[in-house]
């Protein structure tokens, strides 16, 4: 069984930053890819961005590209999502999941999921 744990969120006001991170326990996956995936009330849950196993490959919604940043350190199996200059639209509760494919951009690519963080971004 797979555990995620996210931490990090909270209430920042337009233009802060926030870092989110996500550790994983139990049995992963072998060599999985990463995703942050948020989802505000009302709205469908959505990609944020994702990393391949090694880090050499990302993937970013047109939304935060140049605004947010995604990492992760295998050696604590960890990811983690810079956020930078954030605003109001951002605000939604952010879930980190993990894929057995070499990158996943959809919910149905990921096979288990955090229990979610909550961003709030005040205007």
């Known amino acids: 069984q797979v555990q995620l744990e996210e931490s990090g969120g909270g209430l920042v006001q337009a233009g802060g930053s926030l870092r989110l991170s996500c550790a994983a326990s139990?049995?992963?996956?072998?060599?999985?890819?990463m995703g942050w995936f948020r989802q505000a009330p009302g709205k469908e849950r959505e990609i944020v961005a994702a990393?391949?196993?090694?880090?050499?490959?990302?993937y970013y919604v047109d939304s935060v590209k140049g605004r947010f940043t995604i990492s992760r350190d295998n050696a604590k199996s960890a990811v983690y999502l810079q956020m930078n200059s954030l605003k109001p639209e951002d605000t939604a509760v952010y879930y980190c999941?993990?894929?057995?494919?070499?990158?996943?951009?959809?919910?149905?690519?990921?096979?288990?999921w955090g229990q979610g963080t909550q961003v709030t971004v005040s205007s």
């Open positions: 999941a993990g894929s057995s494919r070499v990158l996943g951009r959809v919910v149905s690519a990921y096979d288990y």
């Open positions: 139990g049995r992963t996956l072998s060599r999985p890819a």
């Open positions: 990393i391949s196993w090694n880090g050499g490959i990302t």
